[in-house]
Structure formats: structure tokens, C-alpha cells
């Protein structure tokens, strides 16, 4: 049996995650299968019932994939209720290089990673520099709270 994975991250505003999580996974808007204008064309399609689909849902990709087909596939649900805790999943951005290579080389990579993120919305939460340990990572949140890391 075949197996794919899709991450799936609760939101007020799909659109807003999927240019985030594009600029920062270098990831691309899926677009609709079968040739279909929108993605709510595709859903009404497959039978999906219009008091199923609410407004604006489909309308604007939501969901973004690895343009290399390598990394899993993200759906920006789009939930009424807010995000009130941590998350108990989180995604990591390994830009590092690994422990393989220098940590004042890891830390530059992720500074700079964390630069570009905060343009585009993020915010960072914690720096986790441990030196004596040669290990440096920044946890941020995207722009609706969602938590992450830049290793």
C-alpha cells in the first residue's frame, strides 16, 4: 500500500499561510487537478455539496507543494475557532547544514533564514543558543501563531 503525507494546519486565513509557508518552504500554491479553473470547481465536481463549501473556499489555492515533489503536501484548514495553546506538532526548517558543519556557519544560515522569515511575517519567540553544546535554533511563529523552527 502506497502512503503519502500531507501536513494539515488549522487557520483563519488559508491564503495568508499559503504565501507564508511558499516564501518560507520555497514551495508553490497546488493548483487545481483536471485541468479545473478552482479548486471549488474540482470540489463541486467530485459531488461535494454547495452548503459544504463556504464562502470563498476554493476560490484561492489552499494548499502548497514542493515543486520537486520531495516534501509533503500542506492544506491550510480553515477553522472558525482561534488558536489558543502550543502546538503539539511543529514543523522544522533544517538550514543548517547538520552537526557536520561548523556552528558559526549553522548560525549564520539561520539568522539568515530567520531574517527573511520575519519579512514575510513571522515572529521570532526564542533563540536557543547553546554553545557549549555547538547547537543554535530559533523558534518562531508564522503570521497566525503557528509555531516553528529554524535549525
Known amino acids: 500500500?502506497?502512503?503519502?503525507?500531507?501536513?494539515?494546519?488549522?487557520?483563519?486565513?488559508?491564503?495568508?499561510l499559503v504565501a507564508f509557508w511558499c516564501e518560507a518552504l520555497g514551495y508553490v500554491p497546488e493548483p487545481p487537478p483536471g485541468g479545473h479553473a478552482s479548486w471549488r470547481?474540482?470540489?463541486?465536481?467530485?459531488?461535494?455539496?454547495?452548503?459544504?463549501?463556504?464562502?470563498?473556499a476554493g476560490e484561492t489555492p489552499e494548499s502548497v507543494v514542493d515543486p520537486e515533489g520531495r516534501g509533503p503536501r500542506l492544506w491550510f484548514q480553515q477553522v472558525p475557532e482561534p488558536k489558543t495553546a502550543k502546538n503539539r506538532v511543529h514543523l522544522d526548517l533544517k538550514v543548517g547544514g547538520g552537526r557536520d558543519v561548523p556552528v558559526a556557519i549553522r548560525t549564520q544560515r539561520v539568522t539568515s533564514?530567520?531574517?527573511?522569515?520575519?519579512?514575510?511575517?513571522?515572529?521570532?519567540?526564542?533563540?536557543?543558543?547553546?554553545?557549549?553544546?555547538?547547537?543554535y535554533a530559533v523558534v518562531l511563529q508564522d503570521p497566525e501563531g503557528n509555531e516553528f523552527c529554524v535549525v
Open 1 to 16: 500500500m502506497e502512503m503519502t503525507l500531507q501536513v494539515t494546519i488549522d487557520c483563519a486565513d488559508p491564503q495568508r
Open 113 to 135: 533564514t530567520v531574517e527573511r522569515l520575519t519579512k514575510a511575517g513571522a515572529t521570532v519567540l526564542r533563540i536557543m543558543d547553546e554553545p557549549a553544546m555547538e547547537y
Open 41 to 56: 470547481d474540482y470540489w463541486a465536481d467530485m459531488g461535494v455539496p454547495e452548503e459544504e463549501l463556504t464562502d470563498g
